[in-house]
Nanobody, 122 residues
Framework: QVQLVESGGGLVQAGGSLRLSCAAS????????LGWFRQTPGKEREFAARISWSGKITYYADSVKGRFTISRDNAKNTVYLQMNSLKPEDTAVYYC???????????????WGQGAQVTVSS
């Protein structure tokens, strides 16, 4: 079992930055692929970024590529999402998630956090 708790959301002006953190508890954190997703009302949850267990391999959605950076600190059982050059369309609830398997595959995630609201004003 893995429990995930996000923090760091809030209100920011367009062009600004925020860093989300996701602290994990449970066993074998370093064995999990970690991802960030986001969801706005009335829309499906969408993928934003994911990172391999080692932290060396990352993937991004086209909508955030070049602006967002995912990273992890296995010693602290924490994954981060640095968000720069934020746009109003980035407004969403952001969720971190964990799963086993290869970072190269597109697989369902096993564990989810409760979400953190990010609001970008124009």
């Amino acid at each position: 079992q893995v429990q995930l708790v996000e923090s760091g959301g809030g209100l920011v002006q367009a062009g600004g930055s925020l860093r989300l953190s996701c602290a994990a508890s449970g066993r074998s954190f370093s064995n999990y692929v970690l991802g960030w997703f986001r969801q706005t009302p009335g829309k499906e949850r969408e993928f934003a970024a994911r990172i391999s267990w080692s932290g060396k391999i990352t993937y991004y959605a086209d909508s955030v590529k070049g602006r967002f950076t995912i990273s992890r600190d296995n010693a602290k059982n924490t994954v981060y999402l640095q968000m720069n050059s934020l746009k109003p369309e980035d407004t969403a609830v952001y969720y971190c998630a964990a799963r086993t398997g290869s970072v190269y595959s597109v697989s369902a995630y096993d564990y989810w956090g409760q979400g953190a609201q990010v609001t970008v004003s124009s």
